[in-house]
């Protein structure tokens, strides 16, 4: 009898795991609105080579074990379509889990309590099972272990035979991108040889020069501060035309120039910096291997160049840029992981009181607003409420949003004080901002939170810009950068093509890498064509991204023609 119960054990287990392991499949069946016969194919292709997988050891468990990958690709799957509601497991999702930092994924954790139950429902039974087999050394029987294997073999023919017509009867069908989990596991790979290009990015790079030198005179004190905000919508700030207080202190500035039109060209944070900060554009992204960022340009001019960063260390292009500055610090290696981004305006007031050296270019790397909403504003700051929600769900969408736009209020707040110090220091000065992207919050039907999903949104390509320009930038360098400035603003804007010329320029630095054409400063200012890089760093028009029919309609509502 007991001889019975084990080899039911076993002969249940390789039975009910391939049928769990098929549960993304159909799900990504609906969700990606495949075709027929790419759908039947996307589901019994794999079930039939778990099955034969399945059939291939007469130890259950031990077989169970080495399904493990797969367990994991179909439990991130899961996770994956909870939070965005489709799209397999990108390249980018894999190299999100390699740069996001430990606080960020435990925030993130927490609000995916059900997604995160339902695979823990799903796929730890089998596993105790496995191992329960495994100490009781269960077997399935012969008899079932071989028709199992045939009926598995038949099945598998069957399912290429789909595969063909489903290629042949689908022209735009891959392998690699369509069938599950073909795709992940070629993603994979993909983001395994851009972490190995990271890696040994210092010897690719060594020898890249801007070819730099400034026009200003040498002696002539001045400072250029860029500031980079994190996963700031444009749509929630007041000097956008958001019907909320939530540029309070701004909105008072007279000289500040505001970007009504800005458009980011990638929804991830790795990407976006890196073109922030460079003269890399969403057409050329993959030269960053042998690529450095401005602050190596300011450095060839004769500045000295100093880093603040609210994030962490990421092993990421970004954090290699970041070591090309003068001075570096990561404040949260200094105050904990609690570190606020109002510290780094104790970074800027050190920078602009060093007399050691009159020429400065500054970046300052804001928390912004990432998620956790609340952990990134003072008790001071809490303006809109109630903002105190438990976890992150559509019901709790108003508590969200409230918490969002007190993390505006406090970088608005920031940059106000920027300003300040500029100002105070009788230094010619300019001072940008941008945000690196936006960020979903269950806006609409698609129910989409967070940010970096496979197809981005409005919400999180719309994105705010602001400059300004100290009264004595103004009378050293003449006011015609002010004006067109001014002039330029009412243009669509790329932000992660147009910083880059913005700031050189107007620090008078003359470099090949220099588009005069893209630069906000410039009276010969042409709008860049609006595109997205994708997962596998293509640059396609913004249109072809995967915006929808919401999407394109909001973008209209700010007059931004993406066509």
């Known amino acids: 009898m007991k001889r019975f119960k084990e080899l039911n054990g076993s002969t249940l287990l390789a039975v009910s795991l391939p049928l769990l392991l098929i549960v993304p499949n159909v799900a990504l069946c609906v969700t990606e609105r495949m075709g027929l016969w790419s759908s039947l194919t996307n589901i019994f292709l794999p079930l039939s080579i778990y099955f034969?997988?399945?059939s291939l050891w007469k130890r259950t468990g031990i077989a169970t074990l080495l399904m493990l990958p797969f367990m994991a690709y179909a439990g991130f799957q899961i996770v994956?379509?909870?939070?965005?509601?489709?799209?397999?497991?990108?390249?980018?999702?894999?190299?999100?889990?390699?740069t996001t930092n430990a606080t960020e994924v435990g925030e993130l954790l927490g609000n995916l309590v059900f997604a995160i139950a339902v695979v823990i429902i799903l796929y730890i039974p089998p596993l105790v099972?496995?191992?329960?087999?495994?100490?009781?050394h269960g077997t399935l029987p012969f008899s079932f272990m071989r028709k199992l294997r045939q009926c598995s073999v038949i099945a598998v023919i069957c399912s290429c035979i789909m595969l063909s017509i489903t290629i042949l009867t689908e022209p735009k069908y891959k392998i690699t991108r369509d069938l599950f989990p073909v795709n992940v596991i070629s993603n994979m790979c993909r983001a395994i040889e851009r972490?190995?290009?990271?890696?040994?990015?210092?010897?690719t790079s060594r020898n890249f020069t801007y070819d730099a030198s400034s026009s200003h005179p040498a002696d002539m004190p001045e400072v250029y501060l860029l500031v980079i905000?994190?996963?700031s919508r444009g749509e929630n700030w007041q000097l956008l035309g958001y019907d909320r207080e939530t540029n309070p202190e701004l909105s008072q500035s007279d000289s500040l120039i505001i970007f009504r039109k800005a458009v980011t060209q990638s929804n991830t944070t790795h990407k976006s910096v890196p073109m922030i900060i460079s003269s890399l554009t969403a057409e050329n992204f993959d030269s960053i291997t042998h690529h450095k960022s401005m602050i190596t340009a300011f450095k060839e001019s004769g500045f000295h160049t100093y880093l603040f960063s609210n994030q962490t260390r990421n092993r990421s292009y970004t954090e290699h840029f970041c070591n090309e500055a003068d001075e570096l610090e990561y404040i949260k290696e200094r105050l904990g992981r609690g570190a606020m981004d109002h510290e780094l305006l104790k970074n800027l007031a050190y920078a602009l009181s060093d007399t050691t050296y009159i020429k400065k270019f500054i970046i300052l790397h804001t928390y912004g607003s990432h998620f956790n909403y609340r952990d990134r504003y003072t008790e001071d700051f809490a303006i809109f409420t109630p903002d105190n929600y438990t976890d992150a769900n559509l019901g709790n969408r108003p508590l969200l949003v409230n918490s969002f736009d007190n993390t505006i209020r406090y970088i608005d707040s920031f940059l106000a004080q920027a300003i300040l110090l500029l100002n105070e220091s009788g230094i010619p000065a300019v001072m940008i901002y941008t945000s690196d992207h936006g960020e979903d919050i269950f806006d609409d039907s698609r129910h989409r939170f967070l940010h970096a999903s496979p197809t981005p949104t409005f919400h999180q390509l719309y994105v705010p810009m602001i400059a300004w320009l100290s009264g004595e930038y103004i009378m050293q360098f003449s006011d015609s950068a002010y004006i067109n400035l001014k002039k330029n603003s009412d243009f669509t804007i790329s932000t992660t093509v147009s910083v880059f010329p913005t700031m050189v320029d107007l620090a008078g630095i003359s470099t090949p890498y220099l588009k005069k054409d893209k630069s906000l400063s410039g009276n010969g200012f042409s709008p860049a064509p609006l595109l997205y890089i994708t997962d596998l760093n293509e640059a396609v028009p913004l249109m072809e991204s995967g915006i929808t029919e919401n999407d394109i309609e909001l973008f209209n509502d700010k007059h931004i023609n993406i066509n």
Request: proline content about 0%; aromatic content about 12%; charged content about 15%.
């Open 80 to 98: 994956l379509l909870y939070l965005y509601g489709g799209s397999i497991i990108a390249v980018d999702m894999f190299l999100n889990v390699v």
């Open 129 to 136: 099972s496995a191992v329960v087999l495994i100490f009781k």
């Open 195 to 203: 972490t190995i290009k990271v890696s040994n990015y210092e010897e």
């Open 52 to 54: 034969l997988l399945m």
């Open 229 to 231: 905000g994190e996963t």
